[in-house]
């Protein structure tokens, strides 16, 4: 299996600009997450869907970002506007059975 | 709620050298308890897990047993390569969770480098 499959792996952007993250996760697997990663925070969980419903949206930091699973293949990640405190890593997980499976994030710079 | 403590880093060792990794947690019941390992520019990778009391987990010559009494989940290896320089994060999903999902709840992640 190819895994989680996370693009683009690097993202740079000027604040005010639309930013969209894109998430594959392993096929079969029933619960998708978003996860942000900063020095500062440590790991947070964003949004966890489950048969492509959002269950738990509480992780949100702001109305600036939202998320959609269109369908069990994909999902995507936007913020719009962008600011430089969204800098970090974002990592998109899924799991079956109840073990989550990380794929490798995107770094996005906000300048 | 439920919480995970580590034993705060960054943790430097020699190689071959013994290490261990402390973690703590606070839940009810009987919680699932999960080692991730995160490699340098990488994401998190499931290093290993128990699901129940006295259950030891183990993976690529780490392991880690389910301590109930002590509530507890530390991380040993007996001979560290310095291959195995990561960050290390201990975890737990709510009791019950079984074979649906269970919100994982992170401990803040140990750093440990091994010198050749």
């Known amino acids: 299996d190819a895994g989680v499959i996370q693009s683009p792996r690097h993202e740079v952007t000027e604040m005010g600009q639309e930013v969209t993250l894109r998430c594959k996760p392993i096929s079969g697997h029933d619960y998708l997450f978003w996860y942000r990663q900063t020095m500062m925070r440590g790991l947070e969980l964003l949004i966890y869907?489950?048969?492509?419903?959002?269950?738990?949206d509480s992780g949100m930091p702001e109305d600036r970002f939202s998320a959609k699973m269109p369908n069990a293949s994909f999902s995507t990640l936007k913020i719009q506007p962008s600011e430089p405190r969204d800098s970090a890593v974002y990592f998109c997980?899924?799991?079956?059975?109840?073990?989550?499976?990380f794929g490798p994030g995107t770094r996005l710079t906000v300048t | 709620g439920n919480s995970v403590t580590q034993m705060e880093g960054p943790v430097t060792l020699s190689e071959e050298a013994f290490l261990t990794i402390n973690c703590t947690y606070t839940a009810t019941g009987y919680p699932s308890l999960f080692w991730y390992v995160q490699y340098p520019g990488e994401g998190l990778q499931l290093l290993l897990k128990?699901?129940?009391?006295?259950d030891k987990g183990s993976n690529k010559g780490f392991e880690a047993t389910y301590r109930k009494e002590t509530t507890s989940f530390h991380l040993e290896k007996g001979s560290v390569q310095v291959s195995d320089s990561a960050v290390y994060f201990c975890?737990?999903?709510?009791?019950?969770?079984?074979?649906?999902?269970?919100?994982?709840?992170f401990g803040q992640g140990t750093i440990l480098t091994v010198h050749p």
């Open positions: 975890a737990l999903t709510p009791p019950g969770s079984g074979t649906s999902y269970g919100k994982l709840t």
């Open positions: 869907f489950n048969n492509n419903v959002p269950i738990d």
């Open positions: 997980a899924s799991s079956l059975g109840g073990t989550e499976y």
């Open positions: 128990a699901t129940k009391a006295d």
